[in-house]
Every structure is written in C-alpha cells, then in structure tokens.
C-alpha cells in the first residue's frame, strides 16, 4: 500500500436498491410511491423561473420549515429540513453521536446506521430483534451513547406502538434518541406527539415514501430547539445551502395539499391490505406491516429464487442476503395493475414449482 493511500478514508458503503429503467417493468423494489406528488409540485416546477438559479437558494429553509411546523403543529425552531432523511440523519448522527459509549439500534434494521456510524467512527453496539422481529425494549435499558430506531422497522414492516418507544425514551433521558419515520404515515400514531414531553427525543421523517418525491430529496427532523439548533450548527460548518430552490418550492405544495396527501396514503394501504390476503392465499407468511412494504417468506420456495425469477421477469423486489432474513422478499406496494402482474406471475410460477 502506498503511504497516501493508508490516509484514506477506508468505508463499506450503504447498497441502495437498482434502478432499472425498463420499458413495462414492474418496479417494487426501493419503496417509492406508485402515485404522482400533489398537483401543486407539478404546477410549481412548470412555472419555474430559471433566473432565480443565479441566486443562492435560502439557507434557512423558511418557507419548507413554516409550512412543516404548521402541518405538525410546531414551532419553527422546532423543526430542520435536509437532502432526504438520510442526510438528515447523517447530519443528527455526527451532531449526537460523540460519546465513547456505543450507540444502539437493532442488529436488523435499515442498514444505513453501521454505515454512518463507521464513516464517523462512532461506536455501536447492536441488540438483537426476538424470533418474531420485534424489539426487545429492555435490552436498551443500558448505558449508551445514543439510540436510533426505526419505527416502523425496516425492512420487516413492523411498526411498534408508541408505549414501547416511550419506554426506551424514559429509559434514556441522558442519551438522545432519535426515531426514523420514514413509514409513520402508513402504519399509526407518530412519536412527534411525544416532542413536547421529552428533550431528548428526535423525531426523522421524509417526503420519499408518503409523499411521492423521492425524487426531489427532502428529509426533516423534529425536536426541541436546542437539537435543532445544534443541528443547523453542524450543517452550517457543512455546506450552508443543501437545499436547492426547486426543491423548496415543491416541498411546500406537497405539504400544503393534505386532501391530496391522505387520498394517496390511505389507497396505498388499501392495496396493501389486498395483498395480505392475496399473498397469504400463495403460500406466503410476514408480519402485520405498518408500512408501504410487505415483509414476506414463502413456506415451500427460497425466497432467493423467487427474487431471481421475478427479476428475469421484469418484476423487481429487494432480496437481502443478510444472516436472519435471506429467506425473505420486500415488496413494495405499487397500484393494483402493478400488484396484479405480480400476483399472477407469482400464481404461474407457484404452481409449476410442485410439479
Ligand atoms: C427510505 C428510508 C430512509 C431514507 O429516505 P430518504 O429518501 O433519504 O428520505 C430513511 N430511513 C428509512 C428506514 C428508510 O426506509
């Protein structure tokens, strides 16, 4: 090795799913939403002015911060918006995490945190899910340097009831806690109702999966104003301006169009509901989902064949050849035509494997 090459940052880094684009694919493989943003985004992008580019977008964010804080009925300070949740998160990882003890979250979860967590050298220490993937809340009742849980997990779907996560909460009040809710809005109630009772809470959402613009890159934390404040601090000593102008301005209409925003979710859980039955009547079994996916395994067929021979099908999943799991599909919620082609593909395929 060559000395300049032992000062570089060596880092495993996070695999996102593909992105294949191909002409008549069924795409159920990163969680995306299959229904267009708001009508007010498309309107806002049409009538952009491109002369606005000479300028530096407003590193405060105001506009997206106002419009988010009015939606979840909180102040402005109480409120930071970033380049998706996994900026977000990365930037509340750095400004958290910087004690000597390890940082916990479970040992199967979204598979960014060990990432960050190297790239920032933070020590971690994971606790193990029981048999049914669920979270043992005593295990985090240990001295650590922080805790960050996903809820509802991925990629198993489950979401946890806001008692337990309030248990860890209370636990912890010298640690912060932060909660991923990347899939709050298709499961149940979200730990911003808990902001107000605890200054260690933070609280991570995005507009990727609820709000149709993963596109776009927009994330957004919430919490008490000395964390948000910190967090600003920390990006500002980053990069002031991450959040393009476009960017803001859409954001704003995709807040702003609740109708719009629950009409969306609320088919995509219908859907979703459709499919339990159906995927339970192919032989497949998967916790109760509290999110846009289904978490499932096939009781006769590895689930690594049927990745394979969806994806030769133009059927895309996310298959995890990870220890406890690699029996395992993710599928995404798409529309019922989308969810249609999967199911009879699946029904073809099912029963000629007997055979
Ligand atoms: C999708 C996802 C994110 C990241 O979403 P962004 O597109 O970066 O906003 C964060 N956490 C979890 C658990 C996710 O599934």
Redesign the pocket.
Known sequence: MKQWERNIRKVVPYVPGEQPNKKDMVKLNT?ENPYPPAPGVEQVLRGFDADMLRLYPDPTVKLLVEELAGFYSLSKDQVFVGV????V?AIAFLTFFNSERPILFPDIT?S?YPVWSDLYRIPYETQPLDQNFRIIKEDYYKENGGIVI?NPN?PTSIYEELSVLEDIIQHNQDSIVII?E??VDFAGASATQLIGKYENLLVVQ????SRSM?GM?I?YAMGNPVLIKAMNDVKYSFNSYTMNQTSILAGVEAVKDVAYFERCRNNIIKTREKAVSTLRELGFTFPQSGANFIFATHMLIPAKEIFEELRNNNIYVRYFNLPRINNYLRITIGTDEEMERLFVFLHQFIRNYSK
Do not use: P
């Open positions: 969680n998706g949740s996994d900026d998160l979204y960014f996903a991925a991923d990347a899939y995005t507009f990727s999966k993963a890159r994330g």
